[in-house]
């Protein structure tokens, strides 16, 4: 029977396998790679691989007339009548016969290149219309390379990257292929059925290549690559790019194509520079050959990236289908260095009038169960550009090094190394791994060093502990428990505190959670003032700004989507709440003035709490809705993709009961929008609204109060300032009746500073804001903002700097705020 089996495998390997395929080289013998193969009048075609080797799959044997297409050579058609499969054609592609164009001599004349693309634009919206409602095949396969990675990065063991690299830290890092079927409709609705994926070293891993991300339209005024880049033939291109036309020629359909220069009028624009050859007449796109560096990305570690579009045309539809796309990128950092390779091959266009209604849906995306299931038969048949001899390779010696990898012996032999226990762990930590069973158990140690702060209730204090946490991928379930030991050296005082967290699986993202012990916390539950932001602040200007009280709790907590974009959450917590006063007048810098007490209602005031010592039970429920969300559905679970076309909601509920006294009970309900916009090239528009209202609250403790997230500090760390005031003193509007909060940004990406000469060359996003807050009994608060981000050197902009001026009643203050956004990663 097992033999039986073989045989009958190998013959539908021959049979099944209809193709054409063959070797594509100039007259000189070296391969033409990415050259286009279509079979004529039909939309059924690929594309050769880097060493110019094709495989064209058709469905029966018969005449044939197969068409060879590449840039810079004429294009060949070869007729044959195929009797047997497979059937090889090797073809030489003869040099493309341009005629350069007149040189233009002349202040006043102009390059004949504007004209043509002055008519691309006007007929622009047309010929994208021609393709606006389609169904196609979809392929794609990216490999990612790294160079030069070292074995330790600042002192973190980086690894092979399970076999990826070899001693000189270089190698294939990624190798992904997707099979899929998609329904499209310009310029944003799609359906994709992932049918196979193929991850190299991974066969439980699926290929995040879609066509979600792959739709490049030049027809479109952007090209939106993270940041928008404006298309050669946008409505407003001419303001942004100079053109040349370099030649041109006539096709195989006696068209002519001019081959024109694009350069880009200033260079730190988001825009591209190379070729683009359009069709005389009908002012369609023949092919796309161009770039664009990082920094105008603003991207600084990627070096450059390219882009190659070829398009077919059906003279039965007189259509201009883009049937190929390559993206290729380098990027460097610390001496690292990366490239990459995307290649998208588009076939078997069937053109519609309009589709069903329930064809598009918020499932943009399908992965089908046994997608990542198919074996080498499947991809040999349906791989429509073939292997090179390097990603053959990565995948053979990967998928070994996988098996051995994967077992339970390899696994523990590799763990029995870094699990070895030696006496200095006790002070540095230690972590036990069990790599077969995906679950690890970890003690920080006497001198965890992270964990180090100051503030003037605790003194020096810091943190260690234990955790544990297990993962199952397939199912996606993940478990974490947690204990927190932190002592006060000032305060002679230890904390302990524990948390249970369980997510039971990624399709509706169900989680539940339980924590309890001894903790010190921040009035303000959102901790506006960092542990590192605070300890600076302390030790060398003695300014204490965070204020804390002493709280021991228990507390249970759920949450879960229950519709598409619409997740519910809800908490009950038991605590039990006690002043804190401060213990230490400690300072690295001396200078005359006091520290401030732990009372943000008294500051001058040492002897006098912000609370009494009190009990309360609170329980909350809150909701968000994300309007338009999409997602893609995996076998594991789901992917949620925020649409942001429409702002997020999100509403809550509290109560505080239960209270050892009675004014300590209360009811608030609040409710927030966001809604982030890109407006095309002109920069990122956000606004962030907040309303909330408190009942029964007259007499409620001062930790239940609303408190905003202020900033005395005159150092920011978030990416955006949506959810502070940049100058408001801390507890100064704390509010137990109503509020409302405004925080408007924009952020210009560029967009004016890449047009002032000299300025231009810094790089920087101009960045402009408004903040308001409304509570009772007191005059609007506002702060007007102007700055800077993208900010640095190199490749490394990682700061901000805003001039803030606010107002209450009048003019407050004024000052400069300095973003350094890498402390909302460290701390």
């Not at 164009?101 to 010929?127: F, H, L, S």
């Not at 924009?746 to 300025?759: A, T, V």
Request: proline content about 3%; overall charge positive.
């Amino acid at each position: 029977m097992k033999h039986l089996f073989t045989v009958t495998a190998l013959f539908l390997s021959v049979t099944l396998f209809a193709q054409i395929r063959g070797k594509i080289t100039d007259k000189t013998g070296n391969p033409i790679p990415y050259t286009t193969v279509m079979i004529e009048n039909t939309y059924n075609g690929t594309s050769a691989n880097d060493n110019g080797i094709y495989e064209l799959t058709v469905k029966e044997k018969g005449n044939y007339t197969v068409i060879f297409q590449s840039l810079g050579y004429k294009t060949k058609k070869v007729t044959k009548d195929i009797l047997q499969f497979p059937y090889t054609i090797d073809i030489t592609l003869e040099d493309e016969n341009y005629t350069i164009a007149e040189v233009v001599i002349g202040p006043k004349k102009e390059d004949p290149a504007y004209a043509i693309i002055r008519n691309a634009i006007k007929n622009r919206k047309q010929n994208a219309a021609k393709t606006d409602r389609y169904e196609a095949d979809f392929y794609s396969r990216g490999i990612f390379r790294a160079k030069n990675v070292p074995k330790k990065f600042m002192g973190v063991e980086i690894g092979d990257f399970e076999g990826a690299l070899d001693s000189t830290g270089t190698g294939i890092l990624y190798l992904s292929e997707t099979v899929s079927k998609i329904a499209y409709e310009k310029p944003d609705k799609i359906k994709e059925e992932i049918i196979a994926s193929k991850v190299s070293g991974n066969d439980n891993g699926f290929s995040f290549n879609t066509a979600q991300g792959t739709n490049y339209d030049f027809y479109e005024n952007y090209v939106n690559m993270g940041l928008n880049m404006i298309s050669p033939i946008a409505d407003n291109a001419l303001n942004y790019y100079k053109f040349k036309l370099e030649s041109f020629f006539t096709n195989e359909h006696n068209q002519l194509v001019n081959k024109i220069k694009v350069m880009p009028k200033r260079d730190k624009e988001p825009v591209f520079e190379g070729y683009l050859y359009i069709i005389e007449d009908t002012w369609a796109i023949y092919a796309v050959e161009l770039g664009s560096k990082g920094y105008r990305m603003q991207q600084p570690i990627l070096e450059n990236i390219d882009f190659t579009q070829s398009y077919h045309y059906n003279p039965a539809t007189k259509i201009w289908t883009k049937n190929l796309q390559t993206i290729d990128f380098k990027a460097s950092i610390f001496g690292m260095g990366f490239t990459g390779k995307f290649t998208h091959v588009f076939s078997n266009y069937k053109f519609r009038e309009q589709f069903e209604k329930k064809t598009f849906t918020n499932e943009i995306a399908k992965i089908v169960a046994d997608a990542n299931k198919k074996d080498s038969l499947y991809w040999n048949e349906n791989r429509p550009v073939p292997l090179t001899e390097e990603e053959i390779n990565d995948y053979q010696r990967k998928d070994s090094i996988q098996t051995i990898r994967k077992s339970q012996v390899y696994l523990d032999s590799l763990d029995a190394k870094g699990n070895q226990f030696k006496l200095s762990k006790l002070i540095t930590g230690y972590t036990y791994r069990d790599s077969y069973h995906k679950c690890s158990a970890s003690y920080k140690g006497l001198l965890n060093i992270s964990s180090l702060g100051f503030n003037t209730v605790q003194g020096w204090n810091f943190d260690s502990g234990f955790s544990f946490n297990k993962r199952n991928e397939e199912k996606g379930t993940y478990t974490a428990v947690n204990s927190v030991f932190n002592y006060g050296f000032a305060e002679e005082r230890l904390r302990v505190n524990g948390s249970f967290y369980h997510r039971f699986n990624t399709t509706n993202y169900r989680t539940i959670s339980a924590s309890g012990g001894s903790s010190i916390n921040q009035f303000n539950a959102s901790n506006p003032i960092s542990n590192l932001i605070n300890s600076v602040s302390t030790l060398f200007f003695k300014d204490n700004y965070a204020k804390y009280y002493n709280k021991e709790f228990i507390r249970l907590g759920y949450g879960q989507d229950i519709l598409n974009g619409v997740s519910v959450n809800g908490s009950i917590e038991y605590s039990a709440r006690k002043p804190l006063f401060n213990h230490t007048d400690y300072v690295l810098i001396k200078n005359d003035k006091d520290y401030t007490s732990n009372n943000p209602l008294a500051p001058l005031d040492n002897t006098f709490a912000a609370i009494e010592k009190h009990n309360l039970v609170k329980a909350n429920i809150g909701t968000r809705i994300r309007f338009g969300n999409k997602y893609i559905t995996r076998p594991d679970g789901k992917i949620n993709i925020p649409n942001d076309d429409y702002p997020t909601l999100s509403f809550g509920y509290e109560k505080g009961f239960a209270g050892n006294k009675e004014n300590y009970n209360y009811d608030f309900v609040n409710g927030q929008i966001d809604y982030d916009k890109t407006l095309g090239n002109k920069g990122d528009f956000a606004i962030r609204l907040k309303a909330g209202k408190f009942f029964n609250a007259d007499n409620i403790s001062f930790i239940d109060y609303k408190h905003f997230n202020g900033n005395q500090t005159h150092v920011g760390t978030a990416d955006r300032y949506l959810n502070v005031f940049n100058m408001l003193p801390y507890y100064s509007n704390s509010t137990n009746d109503a509020f409302l909060e405004t925080h408007i940004e924009h952020n210009d990406k560029g967009f004016l500073m890449n047009k002032i000469p000299l300025l231009n060359k810094l790089q920087w996003n101009l960045v402009v804001g408004f903040h308001q807050l409304n509570v009772p009994d007191f005059k609007p608060y506002q702060e007007y903002t102007v700055g800077f981000d993208n900010v640095g050197f190199g490749k490394f902009r990682m700061l901000r700097v805003d001039y803030v001026r606010s107002y209450q009643n009048g003019f407050q203050a004024d000052g400069i705020v300095f973003g350094l956004k890498f402390l909302n990663i460290i701390d």
